[in-house]
């Protein structure tokens, strides 16, 4: 079932994913003027960026990047998934509800990754983590209220064929 507005509701459903892709390029900022690397960066290149993830280990023992595939690598391929399903399907309740499901999935994966947690390094300037965090709440509240929408047009309607219902049955039990 579609709502109105279904063409802001499709923007809506990509805004979120693109958004993602795009904070993790966004750089950590430390307090005392070094710069760290995007979490992108920190992840796909890590031989560039052993400056980095050494300073995060001081925060972190035993700090390895591999400890970042669940929380970026698996949430970057589901995101690409869900543009896709989000192209293909429009905004259906589908896509919402894989939409949610990809936020449930995005906030556990970070949530659970002790580098990523709120943390000193977080602290100092981990704003495309915090970012991140609240793009995969908004996907979440994106699909919360796509579904309640759904659900409320599905009650009207429902309400319109039982009232219509009625003055049929009123209208045999007239005649008769």
Not at 111 to 119: C, I
Not at 132 to 155: D, Q
Request: net charge positive; with cysteine.
């Amino acid at each position: 079932m579609k709502l109105k507005g279904s063409k802001l509701w499709l923007f809506a459903f990509l805004a979120v994913p693109v958004l993602y892709f795009i904070a993790q390029f966004i750089p950590y900022y430390h307090s005392g003027g070094v710069i760290l690397p995007s979490l992108g960066s920190l992840f796909w290149f890590p031989e560039n960026n052993e400056v980095s993830i050494y300073f995060i280990s001081l925060f972190y023992h035993g700090f390895r990047v591999n400890d970042l595939v669940t929380a970026l690598l698996g949430t970057q391929f589901l995101a690409i998934l869900l543009i896709i399903m989000t192209l293909i399907l429009k905004s259906s309740g589908l896509v919402a509800l894989f939409t949610g499901c990809w936020g449930l999935f995005g906030l556990l994966a970070f949530l659970t990754t002790r580098s990523l947690t709120f943390s000193p390094v977080n602290v100092y300037g981990g704003i495309a983590g915090i970012l991140m965090l609240v793009l995969f709440l908004a996907a979440v509240a994106l699909s919360v209220i796509y579904l309640t929408a759904v659900y409320r047009n599905y009650r009207k309607n429902v309400s319109i064929v039982n009232a219509e219902q009625a003055e049929v049955e009123q209208t045999l039990a007239d005649q008769a």
